[in-house]
């Protein structure tokens, strides 16, 4: 069964550096999302990508992030000048042709800013 | 304020003892209601998506029901492999787009 692949699983970053973290999504998937949780925390959305342009954004998905599809099968994630409240699992998720289908999640990134 | 709160926070079951896991949710615009799976490492994995009240879905042992302020995922005669932390989540619709709000989870323990 096709699945939405993260790397790398675990990053340490030192605070103030940038971090990009990758996701390849499902190959004909043409909904992208990343979600971030904190330890012990809910889940929460961060931002959705449809047609090469941002859809949605949460509160949370400031001017210190920024999303890509650098080419045809990746979706990055880039965190500029990192805080060590940026320390998370990170999760990439995609979903198919249409907006309200399933979202398939891969096993995230843990972030850990020291 | 949108909320999305499940309860139990842990739940611990004999195998084939049934029980039911509770989502109520406060948002307006509700657009779906989403349950998941997670594993010890591993990213949620959909179970079901419901979108209106009155609403039912079936998966082996599980069964996700709706009704207008809460979602309720029942689990029947439950295995060792359902250990589980079990996740809601509702799609609501916003001036900007759609937003996602996930609830805590409840923390589901089988055992044999």
């Known amino acids: 069964e096709p699945e939405v692949t993260q790397t790398p699983s675990h990053q340490v970053t030192q605070m103030g550096q940038e971090v990009i973290l990758r996701c390849v999504p499902i190959?004909?998937?043409?909904?992208f999302y990343w979600y971030r949780q904190i330890l012990g925390q809910k889940v929460e959305f961060l931002v959705s990508?449809?047609?090469?342009?941002?859809?949605?954004k949460s509160e949370i998905f400031d001017d210190q992030f920024s999303v890509e599809r650098p080419d045809g099968s990746n979706f990055t994630l880039k965190i500029r000048s990192t805080k060590l409240e940026d320390s998370a699992m990170y999760f990439c998720?995609?979903?198919?042709?249409?907006?309200?289908?399933?979202?398939?999640f891969g096993d995230g990134t843990r972030l850990s800013i020291l | 304020e949108d909320q999305v709160t499940q309860s139990p926070e842990a739940l611990r079951l004999q195998e084939g003892e049934s029980s039911s896991l509770n989502c109520s949710y406060t948002?307006?615009?509700?657009?779906?209601l989403f349950w998941y799976r997670q594993d010890p490492g591993k990213g949620p994995e959909f179970l079901f998506t419901?979108?209106?009240a009155g609403e039912e879905k079936e998966k082996e042992r599980l069964k996700a029901t709706l009704t207008k302020k809460e979602s309720f995922l029942h689990i029947t005669a439950p295995k060792p492999e359902d250990s589980a932390t079990y996740l809601c989540?509702?799609?609501?619709?916003?001036?900007?787009?759609?937003?996602?709000?996930f609830g805590t989870g409840t923390s589901l323990t089988v055992i044999p």
């Open positions: 948002v307006s615009g509700l657009r779906g």
């Open positions: 990508f449809y047609n090469n342009e941002i859809s949605e």
């Open positions: 989540a509702v799609q609501a619709v916003r001036d900007t787009g759609n937003q996602f709000y």
């Open positions: 419901l979108y209106s």
């Open positions: 190959s004909n998937h043409l909904y």
């Open positions: 998720a995609s979903s198919g042709q249409f907006r309200n289908q399933p979202q398939h």
